[in-house]
């Protein structure tokens, strides 16, 4: 299966009246443009001017785009925006002196994005996403079946570990590791069908 952020939340946020869309849009992709910026060298006001930038270019552009799997995948146009955005705020920095006078970082931000580029945002993007999705579900869980969850699958624990700690059986570590992870998956399909 191609890899896909979910055409419904792409279709909704067409209608620039669907706030609810565009909120949730923001929560998810904003942090992860604003973390792209500072790890590119922006400093944190570079980092929210670019995020800004490219959710408004989006905002602008987001009527006319068709959504077509065959052609890409909206992590990769998203990519391709923040990286020109970067460009462009650089260009518009270099027409106004700045005091750093460091070259070398303004020379690596205007380069075309390489594959490997592209690499690392695809793994921010995908963490960003499991990130956030785990913050959406973490109330909905009692604390020995998060922490059972946590334990055996994020901090790869040996799963009689994480029972002799929490006072369960295996099995009832299995069963809330299992019962987590398929909300998680749900949760994550609900705006990205790649981790279905």
């Known amino acids: 299966m191609a ?3 979910r055409q419904s939340l792409l279709v909704r946020i067409k209608d620039g ?10 929560e998810i992709y904003g942090p992860l443009i604003f973390r ?7 400093q944190e006001a570079d980092a929210a001017d670019l995020t800004q930038d ?6 602008q552009s987001i009527a006319r785009f068709e959504y077509d799997p065959s052609l890409g995948r909206f992590r990769s146009w998203l990519f391709l925006i923040a990286s020109q955005s970067i460009s462009k705020l650089l260009e518009k ?3 106004q002196p700045v005091g ?4 070398a970082v303004a020379q690596s931000l ?4 390489s594959r490997e580029e592209e690499n690392v945002w695809e793994t921010e993007y995908r963490q960003h996403v499991l990130d956030w999705a785990k913050d959406q579900i973490r109330d909905q869980f009692a604390n020995n079946t998060w922490l059972a969850f946590v334990g055996t699958a994020i901090e790869n624990k040996n ?6 700690e929490l006072g369960m059986s295996v099995g009832a570590v299995y069963v809330a590791r299992s019962r987590v992870m398929k909300r998680l998956k749900e949760v994550v399909a609900t705006i990205d069908e790649s981790m279905e």
Do not use: N
Request: avoid cysteine; proline fraction near 2%.
């Open 100 to 103: 750093s006078g460091d070259s």
């Open 93 to 95: 920095k270099e027409r």
């Open 17 to 26: 009246d669907d706030q609810v869309a565009w909120e949730r849009f923001i």
């Open 3 to 5: 890899h896909t952020t």
């Open 54 to 59: 490219v959710l408004q270019r989006i905002s």
């Open 159 to 164: 799963a009689q570990a994480v029972a002799d």
């Open 36 to 42: 792209f910026g500072m790890k590119k060298g922006l």
């Open 110 to 113: 205007h380069q075309i994005p």
